[in-house]
């Protein structure tokens, strides 16, 4: 009769479990169901346009030497006083001018034991249009420059020319996506998605002339700027 009493509420619990077991299942059996999807046609299309760089910055630097860091530099911000007065009164706006770098450094005896001066140092950044960049040249070596950078050509409507890259590239990936659909005997159907690519990068190519013969020559050649997409299609 004990072993009875014993049995019996270990069957229960065992039903019990049973019942757990058969109410999870059918949970369980509905989340791992998926639905086949149809055929599509993944390609990369790219654009490219051409244009012509307007715009142009140019880096200048002023250098002097002396006995002690104070008149080296002394010397150095009167030097760079007049290469900036003159950059302005050449129209260069307060904006478009920068100082990109002052640096002092002390100059040596060949063994580095000895201080013998200073050397001073200003570095001046100029944005302009590149018709006036050669006369901008002109105009701070003859206020005392004593090297240029540059200048680095850019388009001022990059953002523009990019858009304009970006659709020719979406009909480049339409041209690739139908032929690979012609070839494999399908049906080329909607934009499923796509996806920009990387950012517009301009890339010179070969020189058109120059911006401006009465001054040092600039030559603004062409940039080109790309733009790539990846395109899924729906095929049938």
Request: charged share 15%; proline share 4%; hydrophobic share 45%.
């Amino acid at each position: 009769m004990k072993r009875f009493r014993w049995i019996l509420p270990l069957a229960l619990l065992l039903l019990a479990a049973s019942a757990i077991a058969g109410v999870a299942q059918p949970h369980l059996g509905h989340s791992a169901t998926s639905t086949p999807a149809g055929k599509t046609i993944t390609v990369s299309g790219n654009g490219t346009v051409t244009s012509v760089p307007d715009r142009a910055q140019v880096g200048f630097s002023i250098d002097t030497r002396a006995k002690t860091a104070a008149a080296a530099l002394a010397q150095n911000a009167a030097e760079a006083a007049k290469v900036i007065a003159a950059l302005k009164d050449a129209g260069v706006a307060a904006a478009d001018l920068q100082t990109s770098q002052v640096s002092l450094s002390p100059q040596t005896t060949q063994d580095g034991l000895t201080i013998v001066g200073y050397s001073a140092s200003n570095s001046i950044s100029v944005r302009s249009a590149i018709a006036a960049a050669g006369k901008l040249i002109d105009t701070a070596v003859a206020a005392g420059a004593t090297s240029v950078s540059g200048p680095s050509l850019s388009l001022s409507d990059l953002d523009g020319l990019y858009r304009e890259a970006l659709k020719k590239a979406v009909a480049d990936s339409k041209l690739k996506a139908q032929a690979l659909a012609d070839s494999a005997g399908l049906s080329l159907g909607g934009v499923l998605s796509v996806t920009e690519g990387s950012a517009a990068t301009p890339l010179p190519l070969a020189m058109a002339g120059k911006a401006d013969s009465a001054a040092t020559p600039i030559e603004p050649g062409t940039q080109d700027v790309q733009a790539t997409v990846t395109v899924t299609y729906a095929a049938s």
